[in-house]
């Protein structure tokens, strides 16, 4: 598809697969907060958590990604979705940190 026909068909409202984006990227965000919390403080219930928040987040991008049927700009929040699983893969990586230092 001509990328003047993708700009063509933005679509500026916030769509469900952009709603699932935002929320999976929020979930990341306070999964990160958390597990920085958990490396500093040596905290084994934050950490868990963030290992959790960071698999939410990964799963739910990923499910996004997979689903969308178009490109950026076509209201499917494919990049959200690609965020989402960015950050989740953080979030996780984090939280697996957290779990070794605490053991």
Do not use: Q
Not at 51 to 70: K, P, Q, S, Y
């Amino acid at each position: 598809m001509p990328l003047h026909l993708l700009a063509d068909e933005a679509v500026p409202a916030l769509t469900s697969g952009r709603l699932w984006s935002l929320a999976a990227v929020a979930v990341g965000l306070v999964g990160v907060v958390v597990g920085g919390s958990a490396l500093a403080r040596s905290a084994r219930r934050r950490a868990a958590t963030a290992l959790v928040a960071g698999l939410i987040a990964a799963a739910v991008g990923a499910l996004v990604v997979a689903a969308a049927e178009g490109g950026p700009g076509t209201g499917y929040g494919i990049v959200g979705g690609f965020i989402a699983l960015a950050v989740g893969l953080v979030t996780t990586a984090l939280g697996g940190l957290g779990l070794r230092r605490t053991s």
